[in-house]
């Protein structure tokens, strides 16, 4: 059997308790894993003074592959995003997050089985961080786009879309307004589209698109954009389906790729047990797939399908009354 080295960053606030759970789903699935654990974000910057300290790279270089809590980033003082330095550091140029409704759970938009599919480039756009005071009262904010990052981020969306058998890729922009870089960015993905004669490409104004993602959700299906319409419209498909504490989410690169739970802290629930693990468990879900480990990805999703379509063990965030551990133990009595 092989074994699996993976970096673990159990973040803060409820972190630890989602990644704990996480890792005993995953552990009980079968699946040899030797798991690397080390400290990012506030506690990490109180133990070590560093936010990232030097050995969550160390460990990353040797695993390639990381399951990450949420972790906390101060707001000022300088500190760079924690997710956006991981990102830069280690050239995670796709953030891809899949959204699907899960069964049982009642949102608005509960009968329309949505299954979309994000694909955010990860590295550049206003998330440059390239900043200045022109004059004093009057500051700018540089937008990169570049043709090598825009062409790596439309090719991973259209081979997804080839390999899992999508009908039709979306790129999302805003070049009637900016027209040289959401312009080259839109050049880049027609390019690509090319190639990909079977797939159907169409564009759409992020306003737009917004507004139709709202109203007709279920006429999407893959969508490509930028960074930070990427950033804002992840967030508003995963409201669709029930919230960031359902959606998981996956940063990957050449050599390496981290999975993330992509919702908040949540300090004020932090050590209560009323924590829900599904979005970093369905992100342990994608790390399975991409480690190879096909049949145990499929039988950990189903799992914790399942356990939504019984509804008995469900936390209070989506109607229940479970603890993490009783969530948690259901999903593993289901494996």
Not at 300 to 316: C, D, K, R, S
Request: proline share 4%; aromatic share 6%.
């Amino acid at each position: 059997m092989m074994r699996h080295q993976i970096t673990l960053i159990p973040g803060d606030g409820i972190g630890p308790e989602v990644a704990e759970a996480t890792v005993r789903a995953v552990d009980a699935t079968g699946v040899a894993i030797e798991w690397d654990a080390v400290e990012a974000g506030a506690r990490a910057l109180a133990e070590q003074g560093q936010l990232i300290p030097d050995d969550v790279f160390a460990s990353l270089e040797v695993t390639r592959v990381g399951l990450k809590g949420p972790t906390t980033t101060p707001i000022g003082g300088g500190h760079q995003s924690i997710n956006v330095a991981l990102r830069k550091k280690l050239g995670l140029y796709v953030n891809f997050r899949p959204i699907r409704m899960l069964p049982g759970l009642k949102t608005r938009f509960s009968d329309l089985a949505l299954d979309l599919a994000i694909f955010r480039e990860n590295t550049e756009d206003l998330y440059s961080g390239l900043e200045h005071e022109v004059v004093p009262g009057v500051v700018e904010s540089l937008k990169i786009i570049t043709e090598k990052a825009s062409t790596k981020i439309a090719r991973a969306a259209f081979e997804y879309a080839r390999r899992e058998g999508r009908r039709k890729v979306t790129a999302i922009h805003k070049a009637n307004i900016m027209k040289m870089s959401d312009g080259l960015f839109l050049k880049c993905c027609r390019e690509v589209a090319s190639g990909f004669r079977e797939i159907q490409y169409n564009e759409l104004i992020v306003d737009n698109a917004c507004m139709q993602l709202v109203m007709r959700p279920e006429t999407f299906d893959l969508l490509v954009m930028p960074n930070l319409y990427g950033d804002i419209i992840s967030d508003l498909t995963a409201g669709l389906v029930g919230g960031l504490g359902i959606v998981p989410g996956a940063n990957l690169g050449d050599h390496h790729a981290i999975f993330e739970a992509v919702h908040g802290t949540a300090p004020d629930i932090a050590g209560k047990g009323l924590a829900n693990p599904t979005a970093l468990m369905q992100s342990a879900v994608l790390m399975l797939a991409h480690l190879g480990e096909r049949n145990a990805s499929r039988r950990l999703q189903e799992a914790i399908q399942q356990v939504y379509a019984a509804g008995e063990f469900l936390t209070g965030d989506v109607g229940g009354k479970a603890s993490t551990s009783e969530f948690t133990d259901a999903v593993i009595r289901r494996l």
